[in-house]
């Protein structure tokens, strides 16, 4: 049966109070079931925090005005607005925007519902990493026998350990997301944040004005509403079950659903992921998707694409009864879902700030984060434009630099390199082989790439380790506008690969680089024949063929 009870942990001091306590105390992050499931979970997962924040001009954003202010409040000994900025979020882009902000000056508040950090810090990057390393070790464990290591036949996972250290290293965190905004100088407001106007915010019905607004609360999961889908669980609450469950069916083709696919399998469990298209990640370069779908497969998991959930039915013994589009039915113990994620907008009260929202809901803005009110910010998930905790964190620093230090700035959204922790990973940046040749013309694309099993993996012989390496380069200026790498340690290869695609490295300086031997990263150096030149050698033979 799910847990009835939820805690409130106070970081840095682990602590564990019933949830009617509203504490005060300050960096408090709320734990509470958001979703029902028949597994248990061990400290119910967060409430859905506030996070970040899209795009519009250029001349208005100077920090004049705000240096105007403060000098009006010096003369004058007060100032018209109780801060300078009010950021909404203290995730990723809030705590970063916060911090700069107030290091220039500016008199900063923040407020948070849930825990410091947002979604990456503790239902995001960072648990699913850690969840990630671990999946890894019963995959090791087999491959260090044919290296000589005498190993258990059958390891054996200690779940809660999991879990409990988890938790431990994510109040660690939230510990620290506290000092850095108490030693930045900046108030934290526990509670949820309510826009009342285009200077005004409520936090716990108290009133707070500020010249500058800045909205950073980011997104959730979204779960369709269809029958039994109350039975479901997301990646939030994936992230505290009491135990590992024997059976799971993931729902989804985006990087969630296929890294925690990953994550179950290498724990143990019998997974089935499904996704309604032919192929899952969209996005992403085709070769990819489908390498990534065959080492998937070769490993043990139930990969079915072109379906989808038709309802979810709860058994008398806990598990659950999952009937597909197709009237097929699938038996286990938890049903997730992983279907994407939306800004949290809806209890802002951006309509009576008079803020324009997109039809996710996401929050409009220009090019400096600006949104058609001129006194209201956002950045980061919330505004829908790229979704990775480093943007929001270049966003939010690029805010505080135009508006208090005299540096109007954007961050730069070409070329981030960006990974999937899946097993094995994916590593990308850049354009992928479709967007090449829609963008240039497939006249004007070359693919150099190579599929192969790792040095690694010639002793293990395990299924499902085949590496791909792949660059896509523009025939007419050399330039190498895409790598795409599906490999153990694609996550740490692809950031150096985005600074030479940041730096216009051309295929030919590629070719001049000498590589590390033995390594698999030495293939992005030595690919010499492109996809076209095979093609057109195989050809060439054939035709000779045909005429001898």
């Known amino acids: 049966m799910?847990?009835?009870?939820?805690?409130?942990?106070?970081?840095?001091?682990?602590?564990?109070q019933p949830l009617g306590r509203a504490s005060s105390m300050l960096r408090t992050s709320v734990f509470t079931p958001t979703r029902a499931a028949s597994f248990s979970l061990h400290a119910p997962a967060p409430a859905s925090p506030l996070s970040w924040a899209p795009q519009r001009g250029a001349a208005r954003h100077g920090a004049r005005r705000w240096v105007t202010t403060m000098a009006a409040a010096d003369a004058n000994g007060s100032s018209k607005y109780?801060?300078?900025?009010?950021?909404?979020?203290?995730?990723?882009?809030?705590?970063?925007?916060?911090?700069?902000?107030?290091?220039?000056?500016?008199?900063?508040?923040?407020?948070?519902l849930a825990a410091l950090g947002g979604t990456c810090v503790n239902v995001g990057c960072v648990p699913k990493k850690l969840f990630s390393y671990g999946s890894h070790y019963a995959h090791d464990f087999a491959d260090a026998a044919k290296y000589g290591w005498s190993v258990p036949e059958v390891p054996t996972v200690d779940w809660p350990t999991l879990i409990a250290n988890k938790n431990a290293e994510i109040l660690r965190l939230n510990g620290i997301y506290g000092r850095m905004l108490e030693n930045a100088g900046v108030e934290l407001k526990v509670g949820a944040a309510t826009l009342t106007g285009p200077h005004s915010v409520e936090v716990n019905g108290v009133a707070h004005t500020a010249e500058t607004i800045l909205v950073a609360v980011g997104g959730e999961p979204f779960v369709p509403t269809f029958p039994g889908s109350e039975h479901v669980i997301t990646s939030n609450e994936a992230f505290f079950l009491e135990s590992l469950p024997r059976r799971v069916l993931i729902a989804g083709g985006g990087?969630?659903?296929?890294?925690?696919?990953?994550?179950?399998?290498g724990y143990g469990s019998q997974v089935t992921q499904l996704y309604r298209g032919d192929l899952f990640l969209r996005g992403f370069d085709r070769d990819v998707r489908t390498h990534l779908a065959g080492e998937m497969t070769d490993r043990g998991i139930d990969v079915r694409f072109n379906t989808d959930v038709q309802s979810v039915e709860k058994n008398a013994?806990?598990?659950?009864?999952?009937?597909?589009?197709?009237?097929?039915?699938?038996?286990?113990?938890?049903?997730?879902?992983?279907t994407g994620r939306k800004p949290m907008t809806s209890k802002l009260g951006l309509e009576a700030a008079g803020v324009k929202t997109g039809k996710s809901g996401e929050i409009l803005v220009d090019d400096f984060s600006q949104t058609n009110v001129p006194s209201i910010y956002a950045v980061g998930d919330v505004t829908d434009r790229v979704a990775l905790t480093p943007v929001a964190i270049a966003e939010g620093h690029c805010f505080a630099d135009t508006l208090y230090n005299n540096t109007p700035r954007s961050p730069n959204y070409e070329y981030i390199p960006s990974a999937v922790f899946s097993q094995p990973a994916i590593g990308t940046c850049g354009l992928s082989e479709e967007q090449a040749v829609e963008k240039f013309g497939a006249d004007d694309v070359d693919v150099f790439k190579s599929a192969f099993r790792p040095l690694k993996h010639t002793l293990t012989q395990r299924p499902g380790e085949r590496e791909l390496m792949k660059l896509v380069v523009r025939r007419s200026t050399d330039v190498v506008v895409?790598?795409?790498?599906?490999?153990?340690?694609?996550?740490?290869?692809?950031?150096?690969?985005?600074v030479a695609l940041k730096a216009g490295a051309t295929k030919k300086l590629f070719?001049?680089?000498i590589g590390v031997h033995p390594t698999s990263a030495e293939e992005l150096v030595t690919l010499r024949q492109s996809e076209r030149a095979k093609a057109e050698a195989a050809a060439a033979a054939e035709a000779e063929k045909a005429t001898a």
């Open 255 to 265: 990087y969630i659903a296929v890294e925690f696919a990953c994550i179950f399998h």
């Open 511 to 513: 070719d001049s680089t």
């Open 317 to 338: 013994d806990g598990s659950f009864t999952t009937t597909l589009k197709d009237g097929s039915t699938v038996e286990t113990d938890v049903v997730m879902f992983a």
């Open 2 to 16: 799910a847990s009835t009870s939820a805690f409130v942990s106070i970081a840095p001091v682990l602590a564990k």
């Open 482 to 498: 895409g790598v795409h790498v599906v490999q153990s340690a694609a996550g740490e290869l692809i950031q150096l690969a985005g």
């Open 82 to 112: 109780d801060y300078d900025l009010f950021v909404i979020g203290a995730g990723s882009g809030g705590v970063r925007a916060s911090r700069i902000a107030a290091g220039h000056g500016a008199r900063v508040a923040v407020a948070e």
